[in-house]
């Protein structure tokens, strides 16, 4: 069978950047410890009472580091507001108790996938004062377009 050079000259230049990219995900997974994001635990949806999510809201741990425990429920978050000072490190620990969400900062890196059942950890410091919007970008259900929260940051004050 005869093949056209162009075309011979188009499977090896495909075949070579097949290889190129995953020797590039193999590098960045063995050399570099690169993984996917895995959950931090397990709860059950259905039984939050006994969890650190049974009352959802932010703690504080020292000057500079806060946690915040969050759960999405049907088209709202709980809590749906979180205030921490300017330069603060937030470490969000995320469930959901119905189906699955997405939990997106606007204006950081912050963008976690939430699903029934698992906790999903993420951390991220605060160094501008501000309202950062949280919002989900996984449609869940018909009140999906209202489900949004704020973290608001607050400028240090100077004694």
Known sequence: MHVHRYEQAWFYFTLGLLIV???????AA????????????????????T???AEPGVRQLSD????AYVVGRMWQWDP????IPAGAHLKL???????????????TSLNIMVVPGQVS???????????YLV???????????????????EPVQEP
């Open 93 to 107: 620990y995320i469930t959901s108790s119905d189906v699955q969400h997405g939990f997106k900062v606007m204006g």
């Open 30 to 49: 063995l050399a570099f410890g690169v993984n996917v994001p895995s959950p931090q635990g397990v709860v059950n949806p259905n039984d939050l009472s």
């Open 51 to 53: 969890t650190d999510f």
């Open 80 to 83: 749906a507001e979180i205030r």
């Open 64 to 67: 500079t580091v806060y946690e």
């Open 135 to 153: 919002i989900c970008h996984e449609y869940c259900g018909i009140g999906h377009p209202q489900m949004s929260a704020k973290i608001i940051v």
């Open 121 to 131: 950890l993420a951390t991220h410091t605060f160094d501008e004062p501000g309202e």
């Open 21 to 27: 990219f995953f020797s590039a995900v193999m590098t």
